[in-house]
């Protein structure tokens, strides 16, 4: 697997995943699990943030002490399942601006169509972080990222929890300039496009619809 995709196969992260693809897990337990992964994701995904240094004063000297660069950040959420990584992020890096983008798929093309699109100003002076749950095709990700390009968006990281290796290879092909972040790559997708083992469909466990 190319280096543009990390893994993080951090034993908390691996242990709440596991909770989470059970069937038996409620769809409390499910949403509580996706907050802290994301926040341990979200450590990985924000490592290389720039830093810069400011004079500070401990109660016994002086210092110059490291600090964010103050870079902005944008966090993009897919709907609807994206939503449930919100959070997560927002808790560790509360400045965050946030945007969305709602898209379904077209029966006759199958291919994503936008219908909702609404991300902050000046995309191209921020790292934007996209957070969707489930890379399965990698059509509406794609898509996704698409449109955060003619919005101006450079500089742009793509957060999940499982991904399969048919939409990490859409992913790449598509923008392979977007590093993705994963708690685990699976086997690949079943015929109804479900990620396998996977946890099923990460909106309806998480918000508890069928
Ligand atoms: N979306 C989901 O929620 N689950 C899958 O397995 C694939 C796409």
Redesign the pocket.
Known sequence: MSESVTVVDHPLVQHKLTLMREKATSTAVFRQLLHEITQLLAYEITREMPMTTKAIETPLERMDAPTLAGKKLALVSILR?GNGMLDGVLELIPLARVGFIGLYRDEATLKPVQYYFKVPEALDDRLVIVVD??L??GNSSAAAVDLLKKAGADNIRFLCL?A?PEGIKRMQEAHPDVPIFTAAIDRG?NEK????P????????MFGTK
């Open positions: 399942a749950p489930m399965a095709t499982l399969a997708l496009g479900y990620i396998m996977g946890l099923g469909d990460a909106g309806d466990r």
